[in-house]
């Protein structure tokens, strides 16, 4: 079923509030903070249709909504307005990998620490032929998600298991700039209240990916831009 003007634009302005915040939204947010054009009454209508869709879930002893990873998709594809990396951080970045362009391992590990730095995320890599990197994992605790100990200490093992983040990113088809797993995307129901965005690269004979991994309400217009350019930056240094 496609979606209406006025119900794409609450759910766009529900996605956004709620990956600002990480709070259930409510009518009355909406109504005071977006310019909707409709009564709160309305906006509570069209949330109970987006949510009969499946774009939208109540959370538990909350009166307000949150997306589902399917509204999360149906953003990133269609709604997102990515912002512009800006060039002086692209030469920042691509100036501190140079020196280690003909070492695949140091590059790849450089990037990871990196990108782990400039997003503020915890970041992964990992290759073809079972290599693991990963850098900020003490990044995770700053989003509420983590709060849940038995989430992050799953997340945290699987850092040592390379075949799992190798089968991850070796199901992407295409040649897409940037790739985003999301919920029940992913093997571990552990990990349903997580996302990883990541880019393929090919360094040196062997192809990888790159990537972030977070809750699903990652900040999307900031963090693509960002990936997809390690992505292709160490498709670029490594050849």
Sequence with gaps: MNLSDRQIK?????????????????????????QLSVSPATIRNEMVQLTNLGYLKKPHKSAGRVP???ALKYYVSRLLEQEVMPVSEEVSVKEKMWNVRHQRQELISEAVHTLAERSKSL??????????FYAGSANILDYPEFF??????????????????????????????????L???FPEEIFFPCSYLYA???????????????????????????????????????R
């Design 10 to 34: 609450i759910l766009k302005a529900i996605i956004e509030e709620y990956i600002e915040s990480a709070q259930a939204v409510g009518s009355e947010t909406l109504e005071k903070k977006y």
């Design 68 to 70: 589902t990873p399917m």
């Design 123 to 132: 970041a992964v890599a990992s290759t073809d032929d079972g290599q693991l």
């Design 148 to 181: 849940d100990i038995d989430l992050t200490r799953a997340v945290l093992a699987h850092l040592d298991r390379s075949a799992f983040w190798q089968d991850l990113y070796q199901r992407s088809v295409g040649n897409d700039p940037f790739y985003l797993i």
């Design 183 to 185: 919920g029940e995307e």
């Design 200 to 238: 393929r690269f090919n360094s040196n004979g062997h192809s990888g990916a790159i990537g972030i991994v977070g809750p699903y309400r990652l900040q999307y217009r900031r963090l693509i831009p960002m990936v997809t350019y390690f992505g292709e930056l160490l498709s670029e240094l490594g």
